[in-house]
């Protein structure tokens, strides 16, 4: 049995992150779980306006459950195994998502 969990937004969401360099809105591509912790892919709206094909960045992602309406909290994924686990199971995602996407 799998100890993740997809959920896609039922519709386009974005999230604005302010770096260094400015703002940047990203599309909300999905949440997820790997064990017990929760993590977030966002994709750079910015790349597709430049016509350049972007990356996908991926945060720890949380919510606070006592407050639904509170902004949920992102945050930089320092551990190098840890974030080898988050984008394994984001890569495992994408290809759930052409296995269903298939045709054939």
């Given at each position: 049995?799998?100890?993740?969990k997809?959920?896609?937004p039922?519709?386009?969401?974005?999230v604005?992150?302010?770096?260094?360099?400015?703002?940047?809105?990203?599309?909300?591509?999905?949440?997820?779980?790997?064990?017990?912790?929760?993590?977030?892919?966002?994709?750079?709206i910015q790349?597709?306006?430049?016509g350049?094909?972007?990356?996908?960045?991926i945060?720890?992602?949380?919510e606070?459950?006592?407050?639904p309406?509170?902004?949920?909290?992102?945050?930089?994924?320092?551990?190098?195994?840890?974030?080898?686990?988050?984008?394994?199971?984001?890569?495992?995602?994408?290809?759930?998502?052409?296995?269903?996407?298939?045709?054939?």
């Open positions: 049995m799998s100890d993740k997809w959920e896609e039922s519709e386009e969401m974005t604005d992150l302010d770096l260094e360099d400015g703002i940047v809105t990203c599309e909300v591509v999905t949440i997820f779980t790997v064990g017990d912790k929760d993590y977030i892919a966002l994709y750079p790349d597709e306006k430049d350049q094909s972007g990356e996908v960045w945060y720890g992602y949380s606070n459950p006592d407050d309406d509170e902004e949920p909290e992102l945050r930089y994924i320092d551990d190098e195994e840890e974030y080898e686990a988050a984008a394994d199971a984001f890569d495992e995602y994408l290809d759930d998502l052409e296995f269903e996407e298939d045709p054939s």
